[in-house]
């Protein structure tokens, strides 16, 4: 595979994840996101790491709203690869986003994702 088709693999992922947050649906980020996925995050020096569902059940919660990001980083190595961007949601919160991914057979999904607010 050609390094920007590769590339192009791996951001359809991370807009998958975006149009999840728009659409408050979790049927849209199960596809960007292997089931095993986790998300973290520190608050108040405290590490917490959750399963993926979790960011699911508070897109639900949270309702549809305007997200945008600016990828920050790609790098890829073989079939994994690492992804920061910056995104906001709602033009209120801005978060620094951090996603593992990995690819099987020829589909990049999410693996992990940690974050912090700016």
């Known amino acids: 595979m050609k390094q920007n088709e590769t590339v192009q693999g791996i951001l359809n992922a991370i807009e998958l994840y975006a149009e999840a947050g728009r659409k408050a649906s979790r049927e849209l980020g199960e596809k960007a996101f292997t089931k095993e996925a986790t998300m973290s995050w520190v608050e108040k020096g405290v590490i917490t790491t959750v399963p993926i569902n979790a960011l699911f059940d508070v897109l639900e919660q949270t309702g549809e709203e305007e997200v945008t990001y600016t990828v920050e980083d790609v790098t890829v ?25 990995a690819e099987q057979d020829g589909e990049w999904k999410i693996v992990s994702k940690i974050y912090s607010v700016k």
């Open 77 to 101: 190595a073989g079939n994994i690869a690492f992804v920061r961007i910056s995104s906001w949601f709602s033009k209120l919160t801005t978060f620094n986003d951090m996603f593992t991914l």
